[in-house]
């Protein structure tokens, strides 16, 4: 089954609820590659030996490995760490997360400015491009065991909107604009 995806309601009530619209207006894989997000189902239950893993890694420069364990018992001031998460925010490189176990929600900007929320579960290899804008959450059940990838030495650092000026977001901005970089191999 692929991932999940709909466009989000306008509502400020709890974000770790799924936000349908009314009725709801689920996102098809070819519009989340319009907007330069990547996917692959994967199997993660042998993720240590799971060779399309290795190949999609080594394709795309993957050398930087780290698991991170998200939940309120296992991360100090986890309610401020989901918060800052959850603030609208770029990065300078691309952002790649396998789902392990758990779930949680990434959620997108479109084209049109508009928010896709993407449900990752377990198996769910997504990578967001560098330059749009994002943030995560966990859902309701308050747990979430994420791979993390990164070529070369992870950079961290979220640039919270507006950042029309970073490179990153240019460069983003522009390949939207030629249509560059749309996900073939990947889904």
Not at 147 to 156: A, D, I, K, T, Y
Request: charged share 30%; proline share 5%.
């Amino acid at each position: 089954m692929a991932i999940e995806a709909w466009f989000m309601d306008e509502s400020d009530g709890d974000q770790r609820l799924p936000h349908h619209r009314s009725p709801p207006e689920f996102v098809s894989l070819d519009h989340l590659a319009d907007a330069g997000v990547l996917y692959w189902k994967l199997n993660p239950s042998d993720y240590e030996n799971d060779e399309e893993l290795r190949k999609i890694r080594e394709a795309r420069g993957y050398n930087y490995m780290d698991l991170l364990d998200l939940c309120p018992e296992k991360v100090d001031n986890y309610e401020q760490k989901l918060k800052n998460f959850y603030t609208e925010h770029i990065h300078g490189d691309e952002e790649i997360r396998y789902c392990l176990e758990g779930s949680g929600y990434f959620d997108v900007r479109d084209k049109e400015d508009r928010w896709i929320r993407i449900w990752i579960k377990p198996g769910d290899l997504i990578v967001l491009p560098a330059g749009i804008y994002h943030r995560f959450t966990l859902d309701t059940s308050n747990y979430i065991k994420l791979m993390r990838l990164f070529v070369g030495e992870p950079v961290w650092t979220a640039f919270n909107r507006p950042q029309e000026e970073h490179p990153a977001r240019k460069q983003y901005a522009r390949s939207l604009a030629e249509k560059v970089g749309v996900a073939l191999a990947a889904h």
